[in-house]
C-alpha cells in the first residue's frame, strides 16, 4: 500500500509539473510581453513576437520528446551498428559481416518474411469476411465484439492462453491441451506442437492472427458500411450474385482501407516479440528478429552493436511503408 | 418467392459461420478462465471442457498407523476414511501399487494377515486377529470419481505467494502517470500544429508520420545506454518508474499527436476565429474550447496508451529490469512461464489476472476505442 501511494504522489507531481510548465510558460510570455494597457504600438509588437513565440511553447515539449525518444536513437542506433560490444571501438562494418554471415540471422529473417506474407494476409482476410457477415445479422455488434476482444490481451497473456491449447502430455495420460485432445479424439496422435520445425511458426502466428483480426475486423467494418446503397442496388438489379457483389463491387470499392489496414498489421508484426519470447524464446527455428536483437542486447552481458544491426534491419524493412504514409499524409493535407 | 427462398438458406448459412467464427474467437479465453477457478488436482489430470463432469482420479492414501487400533469384538481394527474431507465416490481399490485398481468396494482383502475392506465413501477398516504392530499405516491405492469443484484458491495463491498482487500494483504505477503525460503534451502539440501558423509546421507534422512508424527497436540501444548514464550521474541507478514514464510517453507520442491533430485540425474553424476576435489568447482557447470539445479523441488514445501500456513487455524489461519488486505483470507472467511452466493452476490465474483489467476497460470503452481506430487509421 505504502508503495502505492507514494506513486500516487509521484502520479500526481509528474502531472501538475507538465501542467505547471504550460501554464507558467505561457503566464510567463504574457508578462513578458503584455498585449494590455500599453500603447497601441508596443501591444501590436508584442502580440508579434508573442505569436511568434507561443506555438514553439506548446510543441516544444513534443519535440523534445520526440527528438530525445525517437529520432535521436534511429541515428545513434546507425552510428552504434558500426561499433563494437559496449559501443564505443569504432569496428567498421564488421557487425554488418557478422550478420550476414550467421545462421540465426538467415533463420529469423525468412521467420519473420513467413510472418509478413501470413499473419496481415490471414487477419486482413477474416477481418474482411468478418465484417461483411456480421453486418447483416441482428446480433452483429455482439459478434463483432466478441471476436475484437483478444485486441486488449497483451501477447504475453495470448501465449499463455495458447500455450494451453498447444499443451502436451506424452504417454497416454489425457491431454489437457484443447489441440491435443480433438487430434486424439479423432483418432490422431498428439504432439508437442511448438517444437515442430517449421511448422510451429505458423502455431505462433495463429496467436497474432487471432489478436489482430478484430482490428482489421472494425476498419473494414466501418469501411464496407460507407459504400453507398445505392451502387449494391444497382448490382442486385444487374443479377449479380452475392459472392460476385462482395468480390467485384465491395472490396475494389474499399481498396484504400484494406491497404491501411494490410500495412498496419505489417508494421506490428516486423516488431512482434513478446510471443516468440514467451512461446519458445526463438527455439526449434522459430526466431525472429526482434528477439534475437533483445537477445544480443542482454546475451553475455549484451552486445550493443550486434543488437544495433539487427534493428537497423527492422528499420530498414519499415522504411517504404514510412515514406508511402508520409505521402498520403501529405496529399490528404492538400486535399484539406 | 424463390429469391425469399434462397436468402433465408443463405442467411441462415451466414448465422452458423458467424456464431462457429465468434465460438472459435472466444474459446482459447474461455478455456483460460474456466481452468482458472477449477481445482488445481483435476486441472492437471483433465481437460478445461470436461469441467462441469465429474472425473475420475487414482489416488494414494496411507491408512493410519496401529497405534490408532483399538480392540473391538475380539479383533484388532483400524478405521478411518480416504477421502479427507473433499466429497466423492471411491469405485476401486488395491492394496499394492501394482495393482491399484483389484477390488470392487466392499470386497474384503487379505494383506499379510490383515483383512482390508474399503467402502464407496472413503470408510475403511483394517482389522486382525492379532495386534498389529508396525510404525507405519498400510498403503490403499484408490480410483475416485470427485465430482466437479471449482475453487478461488488459485486467485488466492498467486495473489499472495506468487507476487502478483505486488505487480498489480507495479502495473498500475507504470501505467497511469504513462498514460496522462502524453496526453497533455500531445494535445498542446496538437493544437498548435493544426491552428497555429509558424515556420516548420508542416515538417513537423510530416515528421511525426514518420516516427509513427519507427519501430521501437532502434530507441532501445541508445536509451539505454543514456539511461544508464544519467542513473550514474545522479546516482540512482538506470531502472526507475520516471524512466519508463518518459520512455512510453515518448513512444506513444507520435500516435497521440497524430490523433488529436487530426480531431482538432476537424473543429469547425469560425470558433476559434471568432475567440480569437473576442480577444482570446491561445492559451485559453485551448483550455476553455479545444480541450472540451476533444474529449473523445483524448478519451479514444488515454484508452489506447493505457492498453498499450499495461500490456506491454519490452519496454518494461528494459527500462525496468526484472528485480523482485519492479516486476509488472506482464514480466512476472513471463517468469512464472519459465518457472512454473507446468503448474497450468499458476499460470492460468496469473494470466487472468494480467488481462483482466484491460478486457474491462476494453468493454466498458469500447465505443471510444473504435472510434480512436478509425480516427487513426482510416484517414
Known sequence: ?336 | MVTSKKGSALTLVMHASVLFLVILWTIPTAGLFISSIRDKDQLSVSGWWTALSTSEQRLVERALDPTHQQFEEGRWVIKGNLMGNSDGEVVRFGVSSLQPEAHAVGEVVDRKGKQIQVFANGDYTISSDEEMSGRRGDRIFFTAEIPPRFTLDNYREVLSSEGLGQSFINSLTVTIPATIIPILIAAFAAYALAWMKFPGRALLIAGVVGLLVVPLQMSLIPLLKTYNLVGEFFGVGSKTYVGIWLAHTGFGLPLAVYLLRNYIAGLPGEIIESARVDGASDFDIFRKIILPLSFPALASFAIFQFLWVWNDLLVAMVFLGNNEEHLVLTGRLRELLGSRGGNWEILTASAFITIIVPLCVFFGLQRYLVRGLLAGSVK
Request: net charge neutral.
Open chain 1, 1 to 336: 500500500m505504502g508503495q502505492l501511494a507514494s506513486a500516487l504522489v509521484t502520479m500526481i507531481l509528474g502531472v501538475l509539473a507538465c501542467a505547471a510548465y504550460f501554464y507558467g510558460s505561457n503566464a510567463l510570455l504574457d508578462w513578458l510581453f503584455p498585449g494590455k494597457n500599453r500603447p497601441a504600438e508596443q501591444i501590436a509588437r508584442n502580440l508579434r513576437i508573442a505569436n511568434r513565440i507561443r506555438p514553439w511553447l506548446f510543441v516544444g515539449p513534443a519535440v523534445l520528446v520526440l527528438t530525445f525518444y525517437l529520432f535521436y536513437p534511429v541515428i545513434d542506433s546507425f552510428i552504434l551498428s558500426f561499433h563494437g560490444r559496449t559501443g564505443e571501438e569504432f569496428v567498421g562494418l564488421s557487425n554488418y559481416q557478422w550478420l550476414l554471415g550467421s545462421d540465426e540471422f538467415y533463420e529469423s529473417f525468412r521467420n519473420n518474411m513467413l510472418w509478413l506474407i501470413v499473419v496481415p494476409t490471414a487477419a486482413t482476410f477474416f477481418g474482411l469476411v468478418i465484417a461483411s457477415m456480421t453486418d447483416r445479422i441482428w446480433w452483429g455488434n455482439i459478434a463483432k465484439s466478441l471476436i475484437f476482444m483478444p485486441m486488449a490481451i497483451s501477447f504475453i497473456g495470448a501465449s499463455v492462453i495458447w500455450k494451453f491449447i498447444y499443451d502436451y502430455r506424452s504417454g497416454d495420460d489425457p491431454q489437457i491441451g484443447l489441440l491435443n485432445a480433438l487430434v486424439v479424439f479423432f483418432g490422431g496422435e498428439p504432439q508437442a506442437w511448438i517444437t515442430i520445425p517449421f511448422w510451429n511458426n505458423f502455431f505462433l502466428m495463429v496467436i497474432l492472427v487471432w489478436i489482430q483480426t478484430g482490428f482489421a475486423m472494425v476498419i473494414l467494418s466501418a469501411a464496407l458500411r460507407g459504400i453507398p446503397d445505392e451502387t449494391i442496388e444497382a448490382a442486385v438489379l444487374d443479377g449479380a450474385n452475392g459472392v460476385q457483389i462482395f468480390f467485384k463491387i465491395m472490396v475494389p470499392q474499399i481498396w484504400g482501407t484494406i491497404a491501411v489496414v494490410w500495412t498496419t498489421i505489417t508494421i506490428l508484426v516486423l516488431k512482434v516479440f513478446d510471443i516468440v519470447l514467451a512461446m519458445t524464446n526463438g527455439q526449434w527455428g522459430t526466431q525472429v528478429l526482434a528477439n534475437q536483437m533483445f537477445d544480443w542486447m542482454f546475451r553475455g552481458g549484451g552486445d550493443f552493436g550486434r543488437g544495433a544491426v539487427i534493428a537497423i534491419v527492422i528499420m530498414v524493412l519499415v522504411v517504404p511503408i514510412m515514406v508511402w504514409n508520409i505521402k498520403r499524409a501529405n496529399a490528404e493535407m492538400e486535399g484539406r
